[in-house]
């Protein structure tokens, strides 16, 4: 899938920044999806394994859905790929969040598929709340 991407939902940034601190020291990886052009929601994906030197996203349990990009976390504050996360970045999408410790506001960046930091906006905007029946 390879949409015009608008930004990031402030609250899906915050659920992922949350959530990175809850599983600190180990590592914290899901994949984003978008609406309308705003990445909304981080599916995770059955099986992966995490541990304080990596999560391992198992791929192939990716149901039929797309994907823009990955985030994941690194317990240290160093924000940058690693060759296993380039490797990752060229599996998943166009937009790929690290967040690193201590997972403030502020310890993030947006990366494209090389590895390269590009700008993703934090938009306000209300997340549908969707039930399942």
Not at 90 to 98: E, V
Request: net charge negative; with cysteine; glycine share 8%.
């Amino acid at each position: 899938m390879n949409a015009t991407i608008k930004g990031i939902a402030r609250e899906t940034l915050s659920f992922v920044l949350e959530v990175s601190k809850s599983t600190y020291p180990n590592e914290f990886a899901g994949l984003l999806q978008a609406k309308d052009g705003i990445i909304t929601d981080i599916l995770i994906l059955p099986g992966t394994e995490s541990s304080e030197v990596n999560a391992v996203l198992k791929l192939f349990m990716l149901p039929n859905v797309s994907a823009v990009g990955s985030v994941h976390s690194h317990p240290s504050s160093v924000i940058r790929p690693s060759k296993a996360d380039l490797r990752l970045f060229s599996k998943t999408g166009n937009h790929h969040i690290i967040v690193g410790h201590p997972y403030g506001p502020d310890n993030w960046k947006c990366f494209d598929g090389s590895g390269k930091v590009i700008s993703l906006e934090v938009l306000d905007v209300d997340l549908e709340d969707e039930e399942l029946l």
